[in-house]
């Protein structure tokens, strides 16, 4: 059986995701959000750098809120990175699957992989870890069956080093539209 946690405060979801970096040697992220390694102390970054093992990540750009250096940060980590297509259905999930030869990891809740969805805002996750041969680990097949769809054609691509520059320009003029309405302008 796999064991099940409710992470209710961002301190019990980062030691966690700390643990699990640490201890595990794959991990597939499916992240609506990537933020800035700049931010926060380059937290959850920090972690992703010292993981050893392959990371595959499939990110989305919605609204423009990814920030372009999260890109350029798995792409320096050597992820297996692709960017979900902004066409079609909004990117929403929150999936971090950690596994080795013979045990498994899984996060599945509200925090994007950003400072904030580990550190600042109200956020609600769940942890199933256990032995890949768990009598109910067959239901982990199915979300990787899910995150394999959105890590391939036609649903996401690899980002060039062409469309990083153009995506750069469209989320800095999205945080220059964004400077006004904070500080209470007309919209």
């Given at each position: 059986?796999?064991?099940?946690?409710?992470?209710?405060?961002?301190?019990?979801?980062?030691?966690?995701?700390?643990?699990?970096?640490?201890?595990?040697?794959?991990?597939?992220?499916?992240?609506?959000?990537?933020?800035?390694?700049?931010?926060?102390?380059?937290?959850?970054?920090?972690?992703?750098?010292?993981?050893?093992?392959?990371?595959?990540?499939?990110?989305?750009?919605?609204?423009?809120?990814?920030?372009?250096?999260?890109?350029?940060?798995?792409?320096?980590?050597?992820?297996?990175?692709?960017?979900?297509?902004?066409?079609?259905?909004?990117?929403?999930?929150?999936?971090?699957?950690?596994?080795?030869?013979?045990?498994?990891?899984?996060?599945?809740?509200?925090?994007?992989?950003?400072?904030s969805g580990f550190y600042?805002?109200?956020?609600?996750?769940?942890?199933?870890?256990?032995?890949?041969?768990?009598?109910?680990?067959?239901?982990?097949?199915?979300?990787?069956q899910q995150l394999k769809?959105?890590?391939?054609?036609?649903?996401?691509?690899?980002?060039?080093?062409?469309?990083?520059?153009?995506?750069?320009?469209?989320?800095?003029?999205?945080?220059?539209?964004a400077l006004p309405r904070?500080?209470?302008?007309?919209?």
């Amino acid at each position: 059986m796999l064991k099940t946690v409710i992470l209710s405060s961002p301190a019990s979801f980062t030691r966690e995701f700390e643990r699990c970096c640490r201890e595990y040697g794959r991990l597939h992220i499916a992240a609506a959000w990537c933020g800035n390694p700049k931010q926060g102390y380059g937290l959850p970054f920090n972690y992703l750098q010292g993981f050893k093992g392959k990371v595959v990540a499939t990110v989305g750009t919605a609204f423009n809120q990814t920030h372009p250096d999260g890109i350029k940060f798995l792409q320096a980590l050597k992820a297996d990175l692709r960017v979900f297509k902004d066409d079609g259905a909004l990117f929403h999930p929150k999936v971090y699957l950690f596994s080795s030869a013979d045990s498994v990891a899984l996060f599945i809740g509200s925090s994007n992989l950003t400072f904030s969805g580990f550190y600042a805002n109200a956020e609600i996750n769940v942890l199933m870890e256990g032995r890949e041969d768990a009598p109910d680990a067959h239901q982990l097949e199915e979300l990787r069956q899910q995150l394999k769809i959105w890590h391939s054609a036609p649903l996401s691509f690899k980002p060039s080093n062409g469309w990083l520059l153009d995506y750069r320009k469209k989320f800095e003029r999205n945080r220059a539209e964004a400077l006004p309405r904070a500080n209470g302008a007309a919209i």
